[in-house]
Structures are given as structure tokens and as C-alpha cells.
């Protein structure tokens, strides 16, 4: 009891702690569009950029609903095809904030042809962008 108590309380410290970082370009888009700038493609990327982490979100509030699975140990990875443009790609945007907060330049260069892998798209960004955070964080401000 001791143990699964233990892991219930390391799994909801650590999602707590990724329930944050889609928060923050869900703010940033809300302030584009609440600027009054009626700029479409402003208005269109905004709303993209709000779409894409509610649905970050969704993934990782189900998890927390599903705690079950952890206090019994059978948390599942998810495995399905993996496109690892878009898992990087919503990953900068989720540390996107914190790397501009701090003045940094993130210069992301990727292969012209998606790559694709095999794994749980959800815990792959999650670790992305806590590399991307904590670089970030470690990083003197303007590196």
C-alpha cells in the first residue's frame, strides 16, 4: 500500500507539473487575439496554437482521471506511429514562452522528409519540452 501510494503521489506531482506547460501558448494566443487585431491569419494560428494544446491538455487531464492505473502499476504507454515533426513542433510551442522569457534563440533544424517513430506521441513531447524548459532555465538569459 505503501508503495502504490508512493507512486500515486511521484505520478500526480509529475503531471502536475506538465498540466503547465500547454497553459502557457494558450495564454499567449488568447493575448494575440485579445489584442483586437482582426489580422486572420493571426486570428487562424492563434486558434491552431489553442487547439493543439486543449487537445495536449485533454490527453494529460485523462491520465489524471485514469490514477487508478498507477496506484495498481499499469500505467500503459501508448504505441502508435508517431510523426516526430509534429511532436517536436508542439513541443517548442509549449516551451516556446519560457525560451522567449528568458532571451533566448531556439533555431530548430529538421530534415526535410517526416520522420516517424513508434511510441506514445503524449510522453514524448512531455520529455521534449522538459529538455527545452530546463535548457532554458540553466541557460544564462540571452544564450
Sequence with gaps: MRQAGQRKDEFLAMLAHELRNPLAPISSAAQL???GKSDPQRVQK???IILRQVGHLTNLVDDLLDVSRVTSGLVQIERVVIDLHAALH???EQA???IEARRHHLTVAL???HLFA???KT???QAIVNLLNNAAKYTAPGG
Design 96 to 98: 516556446r514562452p519560457g
Design 111 to 113: 530534415p526535410p522528409e
Design 33 to 35: 487575439l485579445i489584442l
Design 123 to 125: 510522453r514524448l513531447v
Design 90 to 92: 508542439s513541443a517548442v
Design 46 to 48: 492563434s486558434g491552431e
Design 118 to 120: 513508434q511510441g506514445d
